[in-house]
C-alpha cells in the first residue's frame, strides 16, 4: 500500500553539525520519509520545528534543489532578502546554486510542521553566517578546510 504510517517511521533530531552550531536545531525533529516508502530518486523528509526550533544554520545547496510545504503552524523564513512569514499551505522554494543562504525559525508558542523534498545525497553546502562548509556527504568543516 502506498499510504505511508508517518508514526511507524522514526523520529530523530540528531544533527551532523559540531557541538558549538547545534543548539538551534534541538528543538528539529524529523523523520526520513523516502527509505520508508522505498523512495531513492529524492529525499523526503516531515519535519516538526518546537517553538524557538530553527531549521538549520542558514545555509544553501551548490547541487540540490529544495522544495517545503508548511503544513502547520508557523515559521519565518529567513533567508539573504530578510524575514518572510510562512503559514500553513505557504511553499517555499530554494533552486540549487542560487547563493541564497535559508532556514525557518519558529518564532511562535506551538509547533510548525512542514515537509521537505530535496535530493538525497547532497552536495557541498556553504553556510554563509557561521564558520561552517560542508563538502557532501556530511563532512562539514570550518571554511579554511580544518576539521572540527
Known sequence: MPKVDLQA????????????????????WYRRLSPAAGLTDFGASHVVLKPGAWSAQRHWHEQEDELLVILSGTAVL??????????????AAFPKNDGNGHCLINESDVDCVFLV???????PCH?????????????????TGERF
Open 9 to 28: 517511521v522514526p523520529q530523530t533530531n540528531a544533527t551532523g553539525y559540531p557541538e558549538h552550531l547545534a543548539d538551534v536545531v534541538q528543538g528539529r
Open 78 to 91: 529567513v533567508d539573504d532578502d530578510g524575514r518572510t512569514p510562512l503559514v500553513a499551505g505557504d511553499v
Open 117 to 123: 523534498v530535496g535530493k538525497s545525497v547532497n552536495g
Open 127 to 143: 553556510y554563509p553566517d557561521v564558520d561552517m562548509h560542508e563538502n557532501g556527504g556530511g563532512d562539514k568543516r570550518r571554511k
